[in-house]
């Protein structure tokens, strides 16, 4: 071919590339579909939702507030910014993925006749609107109708408009009661207790100024826990009885319980709650803002206890990778004993084993790591003189001669028979009582068949290894079951 007749032909196909581009252009813009791109989500001010429930929410000022019924009377409450703007961020994406028709005859069949369906109307400051009908889901597809009002036009719309579709207007309220971060927060006062930031740890600790009772320890990720549940505190429901929430607004301000955060700006965020349950239900406000909110009873709880609330309750502290020695007694009987010698455990007492008994090394070190991840349920006030006589020791002792010992106590008076028994527990080097499941004192009570070789149950291979990522109290709990049933 010659070069004359490549060029020409050359020619020709960029023409034909450029025809097609410029009429695929001309030729969409004949296509029937939904194309929401052209409004922005900064100009909307207005949602309206109406299926079997009708929903409003309006924007003032730059916040998002939704209208609910109290009494029959409406009224605007705050809505949760966040939801509403990724609500209208995902819509506005949002593409006919094929036409279905035109025929207003059929409508019906698809969920979109006058009357049906879910109506939606969203309007723009600048005037634009917005408004469609969500039909039924297509059959077999994730895709549901909707028709483009006010004309016939049926599209197949396949991206989710399911958060459209709730007309629940608690749905959309801000449960949120503070508009915070952890990171925002300086320090924290609650009760007798304030938390500071450690900028040097990006932690919080306690303040210097503070008196602790005698071997109190303190637990920095439960700080971190409670400053976290602080900030992100939802309501559980809403107090919208302009009757009832005077009340409580009135008994809010009355009470002396209240948590206060500070933040490196010099900001003030304080929540009031209730002086107390009314029916097992407590309450909290924003210092300064109008809304009163249920809230669960247990945050409530965890602030009221203040210092206990921050106590760290992990019982023994040891290194497990120089323990040495291992033993259990009940009352002066020695249960068992183990010692470590050339890198392996061996069993010292008792000197006379049970018929067909198979002691099992590796369970020595699983014991001595639930042992360094046991903590107690709570700490309590008795004096140890007053607990009498050890029931259940556990001696871990290490090489350099280190040691540590549990000594579980009698058992807690139990008022309630139906609750779990519990027993008072001490340990060596600390003046603290604590309190365990007595479940824990049996576990250890059963000695020498913590040591013995458990025929491991049959896993699936993809299963394999699940027991060790239990947490170490399932541990104790599943192996002291599986020792009882090959027992019997």
Same mark, same amino acid.
């Given at each position: ?61 730059? /916040? ?11 009224? $605007? ?25 035109? $025929? ?31 039909? /039924? ?10 028709? $483009? ?62 008196? $602790? ?110 323990? /040495? ?164």
């Amino acid at each position: 071919m010659k070069k004359s007749t490549w060029i020409a032909f050359s020619c020709l196909i960029v023409l034909s590339v450029l025809y097609f581009v410029f009429k695929q252009d001309t030729f969409r813009k004949g296509i029937r579909e939904i194309d929401l791109s052209s409004f922005k989500e900064s100009k909307i001010d207005e949602i309206d939702v109406i299926g079997q429930e009708s929903l409003r929410l309006t924007k003032k000022d730059h /916040n998002w507030f939704v209208e609910v019924s109290v009494k029959d009377k409406k009224k $605007l409450v705050p809505a949760d910014n966040q939801e509403v703007k990724q609500t209208l961020e995902m819509l506005l994406k949002t593409h006919s993925d094929y036409f279905v028709t035109s $025929l207003s005859e059929k409508h019906g069949d698809f969920g979109v006749g006058d009357g049906q369906g879910i109506h939606v109307e969203i309007k723009g400051a600048d005037g634009q609107k917005i408004n469609f009908v969500i039909g /039924n889901s297509v059959q077999g597809s994730s895709g549901q109708y909707v028709r $483009l009002l006010p004309g016939p036009d049926v599209f197949v719309v396949k991206s989710s408009l399911g958060r459209l579709s709730r007309t629940d207007a608690d749905v959309w309220r801000n449960h949120l009661l503070l508009q915070l971060k952890p990171a925002d927060v300086s320090k924290i006062q609650f009760g007798n207790v304030l938390l500071e930031r450690d900028k040097s740890k990006n932690t919080f600790a306690l303040a210097a100024s503070m008196q $602790l009772p005698v071997g109190y320890r303190f637990s920095e990720d439960k700080a971190q826990q409670m400053v976290r549940t602080f900030v992100n505190l939802r309501a559980v429901q809403f107090v919208d009885d302009d009757e009832l929430a005077k009340k409580l607004r009135s008994d809010l301000l009355e009470s002396n319980f209240k948590v206060v955060a500070h933040t490196a700006e010099g900001k003030e965020d304080t929540l009031l709650f209730s002086p107390k349950d009314y029916q097992g239900q407590v309450y909290a406000m924003v210092q300064g803002h109008e809304e009163v909110y249920e809230i669960a009873p247990y945050v409530v709880t965890q602030f009221r206890e203040g210092l206990d609330t921050l106590r760290d309750l992990k019982l023994l502290s040891f290194d497990e990778k120089k323990v /040495n020695h291992l033993s259990i007694r009940k009352g002066q009987q020695v249960l068992f004993s183990v010692h470590q010698s050339d890198g392996a455990w061996k069993l010292e007492e008792p000197k006379v084993l049970p018929k067909k008994y198979d002691f099992d090394a590796d369970r020595v070190n699983a014991l001595l790591s639930q042992l360094s991840s046991m903590y107690a349920l709570r700490a309590s006030s008795e004096s140890p003189a007053s607990l009498g006589a050890t029931l259940v020791s556990v001696l871990i002792e290490e090489l350099d001669g280190k040691k540590v010992e549990l000594q579980i106590k009698k058992q807690l008076p139990q008022q309630d028979k139906s609750a779990p028994s519990e027993n008072y527990v001490t340990v060596s080097g600390d003046k603290n009582v604590y309190v365990i499941s007595h479940r824990d004192m049996e576990y250890f009570a059963s000695g020498l068949d913590l040591m013995k070789k458990v025929q491991e149950p049959n896993m699936p291979k993809e299963q394999a290894g699940g027991f060790e990522s239990l947490p170490p109290d399932v541990q104790r709990q599943l192996m002291q079951a599986m020792r009882q049933q090959q027992a019997n």
